[in-house]
């Protein structure tokens, strides 16, 4: 069974430092993208950012490049979201999740999805 | 602002059908598989339809998803009180420097 666990629920003050994480289990965790995918308070889903553990290829989407890192540690199958200093509008449920991706030759769409999320992790950002 | 539109909410009583739409453009829904979230009330997204209409093992086939030009439908028949959530529309886009784009989701009120 696929699963994807969250590190637990974080309160931190505005300036400070945070890792959480997202460990995978019951597939090859070197073999899928893990996407993180932010959810403010009543807010809808967005995407931050990619990673392929098997050789750490990353990318981020533009409104979340430089204010945050993704990464991953193969050995024990875990991807981390971090910040190095928080601000009280990182406040938000972040979401990993595995991420499907492929090209239908015969129709010529792409396809980039994400098929099994962790459970969340609150991050409370104040002061 | 989200990339894909999609309705606030919707409502329906018990055992009727409702639709939920999704608009993009060419460069996302026009020319990519869309794919379909629920997201239950204080639980994470689950998938619910991929590739337009396909459905991972386990969903009940009253989920349907259908696409047509830059528009896609997500249709829920026999509503049961179970399904209120939000649902999240979301595809590929080749124009944007951006994996997954998402719409700004949709409250199916089941009354």
């Known amino acids: 069974e696929v699963q994807l666990v969250q590190s637990g629920a974080e309160v931190k003050k505005p300036g400070e430092s945070l890792k959480i994480s997202c460990k995978g289990s019951g597939y090859s965790f070197t073999s899928y993208w893990i996407g993180w995918v932010r959810q403010m308070p009543g807010k809808g889903l967005e995407w931050m950012g990619i990673i392929y553990p098997g050789d750490s290829d990353t990318r981020y989407s533009p409104s979340f490049q430089g204010q945050v890192t993704i990464s991953a540690d193969k050995s024990i199958s875990t991807a981390y979201l971090q910040w190095s200093s928080l601000k009280a509008s990182d406040t938000a449920m972040y979401y990993c999740?595995?991420?499907?991706?492929?090209?239908?030759?015969?129709?010529?769409?792409?396809?980039?999805?994400?098929?099994?999320w962790g459970q969340g992790t609150l991050v409370t950002v104040s002061s | 602002q989200s990339v894909l539109t999609q309705p606030p909410s919707v409502s329906a009583a018990p055992g009727q059908k409702v639709t939920i739409s999704c608009s993009g453009s060419s460069s996302n829904i026009g020319n990519n598989y869309v794919s379909w979230y629920q997201q239950l009330p204080g639980t994470a997204p689950k998938l619910l339809i991929y590739e337009n209409n396909k459905r991972p093992s386990g969903i009940p086939d009253r989920f349907s998803g259908s696409k047509s030009g830059t528009s896609a439908t997500l249709g829920i028949t026999g509503l049961q009180t179970g399904d209120e959530a939000d649902y999240y529309c979301?595809?590929?886009?080749?124009?944007?420097?951006?994996?997954?784009?998402f719409g700004g989701g949709t409250k199916l009120t089941v009354l």
């Open positions: 979301g595809t590929w886009d080749s124009s944007l420097s951006a994996d997954v784009v």
């Open positions: 999740a595995r991420r499907q991706t492929y090209y239908d030759i015969l129709t010529g769409y792409s396809a980039s999805l994400f098929d099994y």
